[in-house]
């Protein structure tokens, strides 16, 4: 493979034991959305603002070893007028992109999803790099209803996953695979481990049909749980029931599975990370993180666009990377939020 020195120099500045992954890349109307929250207009300058206070954040780089943009902030500039990037690799923080072009319905198949971008990727993909992209970031989404998602929808989305991480790997970017089962709905922990067994197992088989390296890419699933309108699961259920799917489905050639936090409130993602931690101390893999919202939300929170408050949004995204530093070491205790 022509670019795999590359691919292993992202993969040993990615995974490394107490560090993750902080996910920025929200779509436009996704970012709409969180700032609508906190009263924020979504305009480009907000935009900026926020992934700048996010990348400039001082010592975030001790916890946090990639960071996952969207396309806009990649030519983006801080306050202090570096590229987004620039200010990512001054923190010692791997800068990545999202590449999908988000999910439609599943053509003649009621209730599965399929994301779209496959075509032009490689031109795109070109270009990312040499803005400074070094990692790249697919999501395909499964719901589950009664019928839903489809055997057919779980191949579909397999093989979109594998062309795309094909496709990295060959222009040099290190792909990361995320195929996530939603949390919402009703179903128990079962029907959600079922899925997420049925999901992860076609994702590698067609990795490997597509000749996907897995040493040199990095898995994203969902951590495995109840439906959010089901009982709530204490950590040490879906820790075991989150690394039973997982040692049945993924090889130990992978070497990092960073948890995406899908709509768990930031102290459950972190609590939930370190009893997989805890009870994973032999897997294989590096289990660490690749959350969105649950290391962004507290900041936003503290933020609401406002330039005063910048300090405080740090902080309070300080105190989450550090707190999920130690889930990954497996000694997080609640007590350690206050
Ligand atoms: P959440 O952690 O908010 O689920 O976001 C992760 C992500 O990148 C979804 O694609």
Request: charge should be neutral; glycine fraction near 6%.
């Amino acid at each position: 493979m022509e670019y795999a020195n590359q691919l292993e120099s992202t993969i040993n500045d990615m995974v490394q034991k107490g560090r993750g992954v902080l996910a920025a890349d929200e779509s436009a109307p996704t970012i709409a959305k969180r700032f609508k929250a906190i009263d924020v207009e979504s305009t480009e300058e907000n935009r900026r603002a926020w992934r700048s206070l996010l990348v400039t954040t001082k010592g975030l780089g001790e916890y946090i070893s990639g960071i996952i943009l969207f396309e806009e902030t990649l030519s983006q500039k801080t306050d202090d007028g570096q590229t987004i990037p620039e200010a990512a690799w001054a923190q010692n923080i791997v800068p990545g992109i999202k590449v999908d072009k988000g999910k439609v319905p599943l053509a003649l198949s009621p209730g599965d999803l399929i994301t779209q971008g496959l075509d032009g990727l490689a031109d795109r993909l070109r270009i990312y790099k040499q803005q400074g992209a070094r990692f790249a970031k697919w999501r395909e989404v499964y719901s589950i209803d009664k019928h839903a998602p489809t055997q057919h929808g779980i191949k579909a989305n397999a093989e979109m996953l594998a062309r795309y991480a094909a496709a990295c790997q060959a222009e040099g970017l290190a792909p990361i695979v995320e195929p996530e089962v939603l949390m919402d709905g009703s179903h128990d922990i079962n029907r959600h481990a079922e899925v997420t067994e049925a999901v992860q197992h076609a994702v590698f088989h067609a990795l490997h049909r597509h000749h996907v390296v897995l040493e040199l890419m990095i898995l994203k699933p969902n951590m495995v749980l109840p439906g959010k309108d089901c009982r709530r699961a204490e950590p040490d259920e879906v820790a075991a029931a989150t690394l039973k799917v997982l040692k049945r489905t993924v090889p130990a050639a992978a070497p990092s599975i960073n948890f995406l936090s899908g709509g768990q409130g930031p102290e459950e993602a972190t609590a939930n990370l370190n009893a997989i931690n805890q009870q994973g101390a032999d897997a294989p893999w590096n289990l660490t993180i690749s959350y969105g919202r649950a290391l962004q939300q507290t900041a936003l929170q503290a933020w609401r666009g406002k330039k005063e408050n910048l300090a405080a949004a740090q902080q309070a995204l300080l105190k989450r990377a550090r707190l999920n530093h130690l889930a990954m070491l497996g000694e997080y205790q609640p007590e350690m939020e206050s």
